[in-house]
């Protein structure tokens, strides 16, 4: 059973910030979680003017964290995974989550409104045409895929534009063990020696998933190579299987995004650590 309760209010300033306040509790006994979210949309001026018709940067951000776990050295330890995970740099690792996003977001005006100087120096070779490179966005957020008394998976998805020929966009997991309060790696699953059998399974799901025989042929599917697929610690578990995650350009182009790869507890069972979490929770072990 889930409890949400959610207030909403708007900081005004030069842009628009909005922030949400939403309680979402997840687990039982022991290792039940309480999160909180805190949710910025800005739009973000280039130039210091008061006109919306100037480049702009579009900045969307969804971060939900927890707020209360078992004690207060768990609960420290499990919001720094997740503030380490959603931003990705270790200057956040130290801060609140409330305060780390803005930190994040004060780091992204500033870069953003440094371009100010590259703007005039190309609408000058423009002869005064504004350069249409200049409007960015960034949309950013997390959200939990998987938690049991035991195990929390969440997913953090980025996507941003820059100015180039098209934005990019990328989909990380992270799996925690709520009583060791440590992130899993493909290590603590698989026996040594997995990685060439589970780049077969894996290649071997995908040519299922798109209806070919051989392994070659997924190339015909537009995937650049055969040994372009292989694991890449880039999963989140649940009661049935393990999902991989191949981002863009990471085995195939652009135009076929981001990559699901579904791979069912039966098939990897010769593969499977003694003990590990999958064999722990999800599997029955001989």
């Not at 687990?27 to 008061?50: C, H, M, T, Y």
């Not at 964290?65 to 270790?90: C, K, M, N």
Request: overall charge negative; hydrophobic content about 40%.
């Amino acid at each position: 059973m889930q409890i949400k309760q959610c207030n909403l209010f708007l900081l005004l300033s030069v842009t628009l910030m909005m922030v949400s306040s939403c309680q979402e509790r997840s687990g039982k006994g022991r290792n039940a979680v309480l999160f909180d979210s805190v949710v910025v949309n800005e739009q973000i001026p280039l130039l210091s003017l008061n006109d919306t018709t100037l480049p702009y940067a579009e900045l969307s951000l969804s971060f939900t964290y927890p707020v209360r776990f078992r004690d207060e050295s768990s609960l420290a330890r499990l919001q720094q995974i997740f503030t380490g995970t959603f931003f990705g740099d270790i200057r956040y690792d130290t801060l609140s989550p409330v305060e780390a996003v803005s930190l994040y977001t004060d780091h992204y005006r500033e870069r953003y409104r440094s371009l100010t100087g590259s703007f005039y120096a190309d609408q000058a070779m423009l002869n005064g045409e504004i350069p249409a490179w200049y409007w960015y966005t960034l949309d950013i957020g997390n959200k939990l895929i998987f938690v049991s008394d035991s195990l929390l998976g969440y997913s953090v998805s980025y996507s941003d534009y820059e100015g180039g020929a098209h934005g990019s966009h990328r989909i990380t997991h992270t799996n925690i063990d709520l009583n060791s309060l440590t992130t899993l790696t493909e290590e603590d699953l698989f026996l040594p020696g997995y990685y060439r059998p589970l780049s077969e399974i894996i290649v071997a799901q995908l040519m299922a998933d798109h209806a070919v025989t051989e392994p070659d042929s997924l190339l015909t599917k537009g995937f650049f190579t055969i040994e372009d697929i292989v694991p890449n610690n880039n999963f989140w578990l649940n009661d049935t299987a393990i999902h991989y995650t191949y981002n863009q350009y990471e085995i195939a182009p652009y135009a076929m995004g981001v990559i699901d790869v579904t791979i069912p507890y039966p098939k990897l069972r010769e593969l499977l650590l003694p003990g590990s979490v999958i064999s722990r929770y999800f599997t029955k072990e001989p």
